[in-house]
């Protein structure tokens, strides 16, 4: 499997994003604009946080989210694998949120305007790639409970830097959630990634997708997870 670099800008280019839809289109079947890109961007902006909320987590210091500091690595057909960040950002959570926001919006607004998807279902899938990697980060520390408090306290910072920026139409809702799944904590999605709506996985829901009954997402959950 061929990897190779790319820098982060190019998710704030419409012109990539639009190149982009194509190597979606040929991975996941001929869908509609708007479902290719969020499908995209759900990967993409999971992989973009990592590298800042990772090491904040583990060690209180964040790296640099801001997109011309991450580069990614991704395969040829486009699927993001990990990503890095050549810049730390420091303890102060205040700075964080900011710094998250601003690469968060520049991207919204690309990926929305190559695919017509709406900002805020956009920004609503950024805001669960956040949590999902502060859990995950948290899991690895044998204290997946912190993770809500965490993610309360980034929330707040960003949705203040939020205000602040010209144009984000994310005012701070939605925000992570998480809940108790017998004794696992996990996220409780605001978001959806729409893969189901693509022809190569149709009908084909994740375990936490929102767009099923609450009693159909716990029973595949603890399926998914054990008791």
Same mark, same amino acid.
């Given at each position: 499997?061929?990897?190779?670099?790319?820098?982060?800008?190019?998710?704030?280019?419409?012109?990539?994003?639009?190149?982009?839809?194509?190597?979606?289109?040929?991975?996941?079947?001929?869908?509609?604009?708007?479902?290719?890109?969020?499908?995209?961007?759900?990967?993409?902006?999971?992989?973009?946080?990592?590298?800042?909320?990772?090491?904040?987590?583990?060690?209180?210091?964040?790296?640099?989210?801001?997109?011309?500091?991450?580069?990614?690595?991704?395969?040829?057909?486009?699927?993001?694998?990990?990503?890095?960040?050549? *810049? =730390?950002? +420091? @303890?102060? /959570?205040? &700075? $964080?949120? %900011?710094?998250? !926001?601003?690469?968060?919006?520049?991207?919204?607004?690309?990926?929305? *305007? =190559?695919? +017509? @998807?709406? /900002?805020? &279902? $956009?920004? %609503?899938?950024? !805001?669960?790639?956040?949590?999902?990697?502060?859990?995950?980060?948290?899991?690895?520390? +044998?204290?997946?409970?912190? &993770?809500?408090?965490?993610?309360?306290?980034?929330?707040?910072?960003?949705?203040?830097?939020?205000?602040?920026?010209?144009?984000?139409?994310?005012?701070?809702?939605?925000?992570?959630?998480?809940?108790?799944?017998?004794?696992?904590?996990?996220?409780?999605?605001?978001?959806?990634?729409?893969?189901?709506?693509?022809?190569?996985?149709?009908?084909?829901?994740?375990?936490?997708?929102?767009?099923?009954?609450?009693?159909?997402?716990?029973?595949?959950?603890?399926?998914?997870?054990?008791?």
């Amino acid at each position: 499997m061929r990897v190779v670099e790319l820098p982060a800008t190019a998710l704030a280019d419409p012109a990539w994003v639009t190149e982009d839809l194509d190597r979606a289109r040929r991975l996941h079947g001929r869908a509609a604009p708007a479902v290719l890109g969020t499908i995209r961007w759900y990967s993409a902006s999971s992989v973009l946080v990592a590298p800042a909320l990772e090491p904040w987590v583990h060690t209180g210091v964040a790296r640099d989210p801001a997109l011309d500091a991450v580069t990614f690595d991704v395969t040829a057909d486009g699927r993001f694998l990990d990503a890095h960040s050549t *810049r =730390a950002l +420091g @303890a102060d /959570p205040a &700075a $964080l949120g %900011a710094a998250l !926001v601003r690469a968060l919006d520049s991207a919204v607004t690309a990926f929305a *305007r =190559a695919s +017509g @998807a709406s /900002p805020r &279902a $956009l920004w %609503a899938v950024g !805001v669960d790639s956040i949590a999902n990697r502060l859990l995950w980060a948290a899991s690895t520390t +044998g204290d997946a409970n912190t &993770a809500p408090r965490l993610a309360r306290e980034l929330s707040d910072h960003m949705e203040s830097a939020a205000r602040e920026l010209p144009g984000c139409v994310w005012n701070g809702s939605p925000r992570p959630r998480f809940a108790t799944m017998g004794d696992r904590l996990v996220l409780r999605r605001s978001s959806c990634c729409l893969i189901y709506e693509a022809p190569a996985t149709r009908d084909s829901k994740c375990a936490s997708c929102p767009r099923q009954t609450p009693a159909e997402r716990e029973h595949r959950l603890r399926l998914l997870l054990g008791p």
